[in-house]
């Protein structure tokens, strides 16, 4: 069964410092991987994906991902921290055969000023 | 840049009673998904849509959840008979299906509270 995990509740990160969320997946075959972003009464912002190729991808408001298939991990990465990335994010997993997408219970950042 | 909106925002009702919750998807968008968030949750898959048929659905929904496109533009669900475990934030979402995009783009959310 498709799954999403997301081990950290709360991350909380220095303003300027370099900020990692970490999620991890379960699948079958080759996966299509995403994380979106909320904000307080919003929706969920589309942030990146991977599909295929470069295992690094790169996407909105500075923000990156990393794929390793071996660990089955995508974590969300940036390298300075703005206090505006303080919200709700979520890791999200497609397999390619389906439709829905699989989603994490989410990490709540704060960026400290 | 075009959005997907939902209304109402909140939608409070007694149980038993028959709710829809509305959609706009994003204008040349072909497949579209409801999906729910019970309060402190994970976002759940409800339904996808596509040429006008529900393409997949989840065990979540039951007889009582229908979905429809009744025009070129809304996108709904209906909950026939509330109950009080159907208190949660329900998001709509669509994806372009065409271009390689495999992205869903979220509307905010209509927050229902079963009483």
């Known amino acids: 069964a498709q799954s999403v995990a997301q081990p950290e509740d709360q991350v909380n990160v220095a303003e300027g410092n370099p900020l990692t969320v970490k999620c991890t997946y379960s699948?079958?075959?080759?996966?299509?991987l995403f994380w979106y972003v909320q904000y307080p009464n919003r929706g969920l912002q589309f942030l990146l994906k991977?599909?295929?190729?470069?295992?690094l991808v790169k996407g909105s408001y500075g923000f990156e991902a990393e794929f390793n298939k071996s660990q089955t991990s995508f974590h969300l990465k940036k390298p300075s921290a703005l206090v505006s990335d303080s919200a709700l994010y979520f890791c999200?997993?497609?397999?390619?055969?389906?439709?829905?997408?699989?989603f994490g219970t989410g990490t709540s950042l704060t960026v400290i000023p | 840049e075009p959005e997907v909106t939902q209304t109402p925002s909140h939608q409070v009702t007694q149980m038993g009673q028959e709710v829809i919750l509305r959609c706009v998807p994003i204008?040349?968008?072909?497949?579209f998904y409801w999906y729910r968030q019970i309060l402190g949750q994970k976002v759940e898959f409800l339904v996808s849509?596509?040429?006008?048929?529900?393409?997949?659905k989840s065990e979540i929904f039951d007889d009582q959840f229908s979905v429809e496109r009744p025009d070129g533009s809304n996108f709904t669900l209906k909950i026939r008979s509330t109950k009080l475990e159907d208190s949660a934030m329900y998001f709509c979402?669509?994806?372009?299906?065409?271009?390689?995009?495999?992205?869903?783009?979220f509307g905010p959310g209509t927050r229902l509270t079963v009483t």
């Open positions: 979402a669509s994806r372009s299906g065409t271009g390689g995009s495999y992205e869903q783009y």
């Open positions: 699948v079958s075959g080759n996966p299509y």
């Open positions: 991977y599909i295929t190729g470069d295992n």
């Open positions: 999200a997993v497609r397999d390619r055969s389906g439709n829905q997408f699989y």
């Open positions: 204008s040349n968008h072909l497949y």
């Open positions: 849509f596509y040429n006008n048929e529900i393409s997949e």
